[in-house]
C-alpha cells in the first residue's frame, strides 16, 4: 500500500474507533428534552456557561457571574443548530463521547485531501488590494480600479456598502467610484476586506440550515469591534489586519461546519456541534492564513483563541474582546438581555480582563443597524 493509501487507511481507523467510542458513551444517557438554545444544554456539555456561575435568565449577572466568552459563544452556536424530534429525548452529550468525536473531526480537517476541496482559496486580488490599501500613494480611483477587475468582488462590495451597517446615504450606491468617494479610504477599508472574505454560504434545511448565517452574523460584528478597538489604540493599518484576523476565525468556523455536514454522524447534539466548532475553527483559520501567506501575527492572534486567557497580545485580546461583544449583542437581539443590559455585562467582562479601548463607542456601532 503506497503512502496515500496508508493515509486514507488511518483516517477510516480514526473516524471508525471514535464513532465507535461514541455510540458506546451515548448508549448510557439520554436527557429530557429542552430547547436547543437554554444555557443548560451548553451546560451539560461542558460545565458553566459563567466563569463564575450562571448567566441564564432574563437579568444581566452581576460581577460574581460574569460569562465566559468562549462559553457564551458555543451556546449561541448550539442555539442555531436543528434538533429533529426524537420522540421526547435529546441525547446528552458527556465527555468521552466529546473527546472521541472531536478526535474524529481534529483527524478529518488535517487531511489533505479534505483541505484541498474545502480550504477556501486566497482571493486572487488580495495582494495587490493589501498593498494598495496600505500604500499611502495609491488613490481611491485605483483601489476601485483595482477591485472592478472582479465583477464578483465588485458586487459584493456595493451590496456591503449598501447594507444597513456600512451605508453612508438614504439611496443606493450603485458604482464602485461612488462608493469609494462616499466611503473614503478609512471607510473603503473594511468594506473592501469583508467584501475579500466573505464566503458563499450555504444556508438550507437539516440541522446545519441557520447555522452559517448565525456564524457570519457573530464574525462580522466581532471583526467591527476588534478593529475598532485596536484602531484606537495603534492605528489604522492595525485595524485592518484586526479585521482580517477576526474574519478570517469565523471563515475557518464556515470550514468546519462543512465537515460537519458532510459526516453529520460525527455530532450528535447542538452542544457538542458547539465545542468542535469553538475548538478546531481556530486551528483551521490558522491553517487558512499559512496557505495565503497572511502575517505572522494574525496566525497567532487565532491560534491564541483556543484559550480563554487574554494573553499580552493586543490584537489577540482585542479578537477575543470582539468576539465576546458579538456574542452579547446577538443575545440582546435574541431577547435574553436589553442592549443596556447587554453593555453592563460586557464593561464587567472588559474590566475584569483588562481589555483597553472604548468599550461603549464600539457596543453603539453593533446596535447602529437596528
Do not use: K
Request: with cysteine; charged share 20%.
Amino acid at each position: 500500500m503506497d503512502a496515500a493509501g496508508w493515509g486514507v487507511a488511518v483516517g477510516v481507523a480514526v473516524v471508525v474507533a471514535a464513532l465507535g467510542a461514541w455510540r458506546l458513551q451515548r448508549g448510557a444517557s439520554v436527557a429530557p428534552a429542552r430547547r436547543a438554545h437554554t444555557s443548560e444544554t451548553t451546560a451539560d456539555a461542558q460545565g458553566p456557561a459563567t466563569a463564575d456561575g450562571d448567566a441564564g435568565g432574563g437579568d444581566a449577572p452581576g460581577q460574581d457571574a460574569i460569562p465566559s466568552g468562549r462559553a457564551l459563544t458555543r451556546e449561541l452556536f448550539a442555539a442555531a443548530v436543528e434538533v429533529a424530534p426524537t420522540g421526547g429525548a435529546t441525547p446528552r452529550a458527556d465527555e468521552a463521547a466529546y473527546a472521541a468525536i472531536a478526535a474524529a473531526c481534529a483527524h478529518l480537517l488535517s487531511r489533505p485531501q479534505f483541505q484541498s476541496r474545502h480550504l477556501p482559496r486566497r482571493p486572487h486580488l488580495l495582494p495587490r488590494l493589501m498593498r494598495a490599501l496600505n500604500d499611502p500613494e495609491v488613490g481611491l480611483d485605483q483601489i476601485a480600479q483595482i477591485v472592478g477587475e472582479d465583477p464578483a468582488l465588485s458586487a459584493n462590495l456595493l451590496r456591503i456598502a449598501n447594507s444597513p451597517y456600512y451605508r453612508v446615504q438614504r439611496s443606493p450606491v450603485e458604482s464602485l467610484p461612488r462608493a469609494a468617494a462616499l466611503l473614503g479610504l478609512d471607510g473603503m477599508r473594511p468594506v473592501l476586506v469583508a467584501a475579500l472574505l466573505q464566503p458563499v454560504l450555504s444556508s438550507g434545511s437539516g440541522p446545519f440550515g441557520r447555522l452559517p448565517d448565525v456564524i457570519w452574523e457573530h464574525t462580522r460584528m466581532a471583526a467591527d469591534v476588534a478593529s475598532r478597538l485596536v484602531r484606537g489604540q495603534r492605528g489604522a493599518d492595525e485595524a485592518l489586519v484586526a479585521q482580517m484576523a477576526a474574519l478570517l476565525h469565523g471563515l475557518g468556523a464556515i470550514v468546519v461546519v462543512q465537515l460537519l455536514r458532510e459526516n453529520a454522524h460525527l455530532a450528535p447534539d447542538p452542544a457538542t456541534v458547539a465545542r468542535v466548532l469553538e475548538e478546531q475553527a481556530a486551528p483551521m483559520a490558522h491553517r487558512i492564513a499559512q496557505a495565503w501567506e497572511l502575517p505572522a501575527r494574525i496566525e497567532a492572534a487565532l491560534d491564541a483563541q483556543r484559550g480563554e486567557a487574554m494573553g499580552d497580545d493586543p490584537l489577540a485580546g482585542a479578537l477575543r474582546a470582539g468576539r465576546m461583544a458579538a456574542a452579547v449583542a446577538l443575545f440582546c437581539r435574541a431577547g435574553r438581555w436589553t442592549p443596556e443590559q447587554g453593555l453592563a455585562l460586557l464593561q464587567a467582562w472588559a474590566d475584569r480582563r483588562g481589555v483597553d479601548g472604548d468599550i461603549e463607542a464600539a457596543w453603539a456601532r453593533l446596535h447602529a443597524d437596528e
